[in-house]
């Protein structure tokens, strides 16, 4: 047993190590993951939603062009025209409304706003979502401690080191699209192809809510308000959009939902922009990277659509 | 809980520590131990499912006693009736009672009657209910051939019965194998946790790094195979092949060490199947836990291949559908189960379903040879087709899947990069095919350090995961 023990303890000592160095290095060197050594954790090192609202309210200018989304608006790039991108992973309206709040409170002035909303905006799990140290937002002066816990990753480990990197410059380095492309899964389609569009219309089923719906349904459609009314107060031109969607989406319960929360919308008269002649688009390798997420070819289709509304 | 998970990470060292350290000097309160920690393993699931392994438990220790006590022939049988129709019962109501219906209304709906499924139920499948049910079984039977004692000793029983490591997804443990060993005290053995503790970490290693990694990739092609030519489909093929080895013989690689760990010996259940050479050989090579099981317990009752060759082929098909079934309420296992017996009845005609019984291919020589290799090309093939059906939801998408496969075949290297994983893990499993132990015994400096690294490479997989894949075999 003594052996074993010895043997044992050898390699929980180069564990330790290891993690330690990791600790150290995350610390010292890298505490936002900007650089992408770490160990991808549920996918969404760095944490987007605070470096890109921490880089809005460093760099306070007026008339700011704001795009808020989760994930599925992270390619859409309207750089050119002065907007800022401010998607990040699994964001969602309560989110977006805590950010233009915030910002505002912290003299950021913005001139127009597009907020997209998909299925995923509306029915994401606030409670789990506020439980995730890379999901929940946090002010970067104060790091949690967490951010240093994700170790260093033997596949990422490429040792070109930026000296003195300040997360400005590196900004634009790593943060421009919050879709890794990261995995075999994605590189086939990651960025332009020629397939033709196809429509589908899709309309809701008329499924039974139950209270929690009914109740969710209340309190999103508040949100939204507030930020509208927020804009409006502010006098900032807001805009609704709705996300394309794939058909292989339409697989999930909670579609259904979906469709009939965009109804409910509807009869309260609160106006959601769509993209397309339909919302629902046939999912097709080459345009989609996976069920939820669309490639460049789509993403830009979707930025001319917005440029169009706002001007 | 999941051997995979960061709970088990913790339950383990712990579990570990207080059997060798607390508990050490009393083989009583180990067995305590084992039971106590097999049902916070087992109830991390679903804490509902312990009152039935309980009862399971209850009723084939009690069954087991009476048996081996009655002088009477008609009472044992009796008893032992008992205790079959318990345990399938208890089978048959959680795994299959929906399908029998579901089969039914769809029978009278291919005659023109239309009716209503009102009578399926709306019940959770308890997790590795088909490996601990045959286990227990095989304990009465057992007893009831005269080929074991029962133990009077209730919580050895129940270890033996809910023993953590392979409650789940096996290997089936006979009662002849392992109760003797949980009724023995326990010596701590160096080289036996040595091989334990890296058994442990190659299971991981394929289960994590490798069945994990194609996961997806299969489940994208299965998904989406209408849209795809069949050069992917082939992949996809392919890689399922690879990601349910890697996922059952890592669960099961993953058991025996952590038996090992505890001083427990289980029995083999993969021996590289993939370079078998026939599909006799297969089955020698693959789930051997359950090919033997259904040999020992259903082939040779049924007659074996004592009664002339039309009743061996009938037991031949027997056993290959009944295995099929064991799998799950589906036709589509079912179906695998019908291909695997018309793919193996032509060896038994010409007598080579016994070939190869003892070596391995290549005993003698480090590459196989052209016949060698042809062989396993072509066992593979056919392993690979059968497997379309094992992983389809339905017996229309299986034969789609096969029939683009079949026609729509061009080269294509889309989702090719996957075949790295998999190379390696054969590259791996050829060096070890001749003796996986003996390897597992050496130990220098070098390979602590590499163990190490694969240790820091899985934590950080198991951890920093997007998410935990389920061991496949969970939902037999």
């Known amino acids: 047993m003594k052996k074993f023990l010895n043997r044992s303890l050898f390699i929980l000592l180069f564990v330790g190590l290891y993690y330690l160095l990791s600790f150290a290095f995350n610390y010292y060197y890298d505490p936002y993951g900007l650089l992408g050594r770490r160990t991808d954790y549920f996918g969404l090192d760095p944490n987007l939603h605070s470096l890109k609202i921490d880089r809005l309210v460093s760099q306070p200018k007026s008339d700011y062009k704001l795009l808020f989304s989760d994930s599925r608006g992270g390619n859409i790039d309207m750089s050119d025209h002065g907007w800022y991108n401010v998607s990040y992973p699994r964001g969602f309206v309560d989110e977006f409304l805590h950010d233009i709040e915030y910002m505002l409170d912290k003299g950021v002035t913005m001139s127009e706003v597009a907020i997209f909303v998909d299925e995923h905006t509306l029915f994401e799990d606030v409670e789990w979502h506020n439980g995730q140290a890379l999901l929940r937002f946090v002010e970067l002066d104060d790091v949690p401690w967490i951010y240093y816990v994700a170790p260093l990753d033997f596949e990422l480990m490429k040792f070109e080191f930026y000296y003195n990197y300040q997360i400005d410059t590196m900004h634009d ?127 830009d289709k979707v930025a001319t659509r917005i440029l169009e509304e706002f001007n | 809980m999941l051997f995979n998970s960061v709970e088990f990470l913790i339950f383990l060292p712990t579990v570990f520590l207080l059997y060798w350290f607390v508990f050490n000097k009393d083989l009583k309160k180990q067995n305590l131990l084992i039971l106590v920690s097999s049902y916070v393993f087992y109830g991390w699931w679903d804490y509902r499912f312990l009152s039935l392994i309980f009862v399971s438990t209850l009723v084939d220790y009690i069954v087991g006693i009476k048996i081996f006590e009655s002088r009477s022939d008609t009472k044992r049988k009796v008893l032992l009736a008992v205790s079959m129709l318990f345990n399938l019962g208890v089978l048959g109501f959680f795994k299959y009672y929906n399908f029998f219906v579901d089969s039914w209304v769809e029978l009278f709906a291919s005659i023109g009657y239309q009716i209503e499924s009102v009578w399926t139920l709306n019940v959770i499948l308890p997790v590795g209910i088909s490996f601990y049910t045959f286990q227990t079984m095989s304990y009465s039977i057992d007893i009831y051939r005269k080929n074991l004692e029962p133990t009077k000793d209730f919580i050895s029983f129940a270890s033996f019965v809910s023993f953590f490591p392979q409650l789940v997804a096996g290997p089936i443990e006979r009662a002849t194998h392992l109760v003797p060993q949980i009724l023995k005290s326990r010596v701590f053995n160096y080289q036996q946790a040595l091989v334990g503790f890296r058994m442990i970490l190659w299971g991981l290693f394929k289960k994590v790094v490798i069945a994990d990694s194609l996961a997806p990739i299969v489940n994208d092609i299965f998904a989406n195979y209408q849209l795809l030519d069949g050069g992917t489909l082939w992949l996809g093929a392919i890689y399922f092949a690879f990601q349910i080895y890697c996922d059952f013989s890592g669960y099961s690689d993953i058991a025996i060490g952590i038996s090992n760990l505890f001083g427990f010996e289980l029995m083999t259940n993969f021996k590289f199947p993939y370079f078998s050479r026939n599909i006799g050989e297969f089955w020698r090579r693959w789930h051997i836990s359950l090919s033997t099981w259904f040999r020992d317990y259903l082939y040779i009752p049924l007659g074996g291949s004592r009664y002339g060759e039309w009743k061996s082929f009938r037991n031949i098909c027997v056993i290959f559908i009944v295995s099929g079934f064991w799998h799950g309420a589906n036709w589509t296992f079912i179906v695998w189960g019908v291909i695997h017996a018309l793919l193996y009845i032509p060896s038994f005609v010409f007598k080579t379903h016994r070939s190869y019984v003892s070596s391995v291919v290549a005993q003698d020589r480090f590459l196989p040879n052209v016949k060698e290799l042809a062989q396993m090309l072509v066992t593979f093939v056919f392993v690979t087709i059968a497997w379309v059906f094992f992983r389809s939801d339905s017996i229309s998408q299986a034969s789609d899947y096969l029939s683009i496969m079949f026609t729509g075949l061009y080269p294509s290297m889309h989702k090719a990069a996957m075949l790295y994983y998999v190379l390696p893990l054969l590259s791996i499993d050829w060096l070890l095919r001749k003796d996986l132990q003996g390897v597992f015994k050496k130990d220098n400096l070098l390979i602590r350090l590499l163990e190490a690294i694969l240790l820091i490479y899985l934590i950080n997989k198991i951890v920093f995961s997007q998410q935990i894949e389920q061991f496949i075999y969970f939902q037999f």
């Open chain 1, 173 to 299: 380095k790593f943060l421009r699209f919050d879709v890794k492309n990261n995995g075999v899964y994605y590189e086939h389609n990651f960025e332009y192809c020629d397939s033709p569009f196809v429509f589908v219309d899709v309309s809701a089923r008329d499924i039974k809510l139950d209270e929690k719906d009914v109740e969710l349904f209340e309190n999103k459609y508040k949100v939204l308000d507030s930020i509208r009314t927020l804009c409006a107060e502010n006098g900032i031109n807001c805009k609704f959009f709705k996300h394309p969607i794939s058909t292989n989406r339409l697989k999930e319960e909670e579609m259904d939902k979906y469709f009939l929360f965009l109804e409910y919308l509807k009869d309260k008269k609160f106006e959601m922009i769509p993209i397309f002649s339909s919302d629902v688009m046939k999912y097709d390798e080459c345009l989609w990277r996976d069920n939820g997420h669309y490639n460049r070819t789509v993403s």
